[in-house]
């Protein structure tokens, strides 16, 4: 049997990432501003990275408690959390349900021109997510968060001009609004522009410039770049070739219930590929990738699986090229 490759992500995903907060909202609101805010705002940080590495557990953790006494930017972002399957099993009744409840308060928020509250008013907008789906109101409130240099806007709206959502596709206004977010370190931007530059579109191919994107990204521990920085190194891609470095990467994602890195982890421990070959630790990945409908892990799990035994064949042991 061939051996095994591993995917590299692919598209870019409308989604509230890791980057900084505007000036207005970065120092924590008085008491009595909003119900849950100083939690909200502890969640915010290890959310986007906000002097501290991303901890998505401890956010989810804080936006619950938020949640509980009525905070509704936390139900929002609890919402798309489920919604994306982001640190949790993705749940859309669960996300529907948080965010009907979530949007009213959302957008009187968006309304007092709190730039946190009208990217998430946006993204909801844009995914149809507690409210109808509209492009043209999704481009607006995108538009509003990002006039106020909100990075996280920025590159939500260069994934709009990107994927042509609400507008026709333009790559090179894609590019111009992810590098304006890159340059103010929002480690989603650096990853989506990593992808640009990794396939060639609306830049140049530059593989090397890819790969110095990813690593800034996967700094601030964002999980699509740790996956396409590991997939670099598995196959010796503008960085030297060095399996370790891709499993600890793809696990550093994993660990983040990153679909698309635990079915690569799974790939590396069936090929035995920077880590011991162990194909209960494969299965273990490949079947936690596929509860999430990565089609690459489903078949990968069948292969594997086949005739209620783990063994179907000759796989490759220890070459990993």
């Known amino acids: 049997m061939s051996y095994n490759l591993s995917p590299i992500v692919i598209s870019s995903l409308l989604i509230l990432g890791s980057t900084g907060l505007p000036p207005k909202v970065q120092a924590a609101p008085p008491d009595g501003f909003a119900p849950g805010a100083n939690l909200f705002q502890q969640g915010w940080k290890y959310d986007q990275g906000l002097g501290t590495p991303i901890n998505i557990p401890e956010a989810f953790r804080l936006y619950q408690q938020a949640a509980a006494v009525g905070n509704s930017l936390a139900k929002g972002r609890l919402a798309r959390f489920y919604f994306s399957g982001n640190g949790v099993q993705t749940d859309e009744g669960q996300a529907a349900r948080l965010a009907r409840d979530a949007f009213p308060g959302v957008l009187q928020s968006a309304e007092q021109n709190d730039a946190v509250a009208q990217i998430m008013v946006g993204t909801m907008y844009a995914d149809g997510l507690g409210v109808a789906r509209d492009p043209t109101e999704a481009l607006r409130w995108l538009r509003k968060a990002a006039d106020q240099n909100l990075p996280l806007a920025q590159a939500n709206l260069g994934v709009v001009y990107e994927n042509g959502e609400g507008v ?126 990565d089609a690459n892990a489903i078949e990968d799990l069948r292969v594997l699986t086949c005739l209620n035994r783990y063994y179907c064949g000759p796989r490759v042991t220890s070459w990993c090229r």
């Open 168 to 293: 026709p596709a333009d790559l090179s206004e894609a590019v111009k609004w992810f590098r304006a977010a890159a340059a103010q370190n929002s480690a989603m931007a650096q990853a989506y522009l990593g992808d640009l530059y990794y396939h060639g579109r609306g830049v140049r191919r530059d593989e090397f410039e890819a790969a110095r994107l990813y690593r800034l990204s996967a700094a601030q521990n964002f999980a699509h770049a740790e996956t396409n920085l590991g997939y670099l190194y598995e196959h010796g891609c503008a960085v030297r070739w060095d399996p370790c470095e891709a499993a600890r990467l793809y696990r550093l994602a994993a660990d983040q219930n990153f679909a698309v890195a635990q079915a690569n982890l799974g790939t590396m421990y069936e090929n035995g590929c920077g880590v011991p070959r162990d194909l209960n630790e494969a299965v273990k990945w490949y079947q936690r990738a596929a509860a999430q409908g």
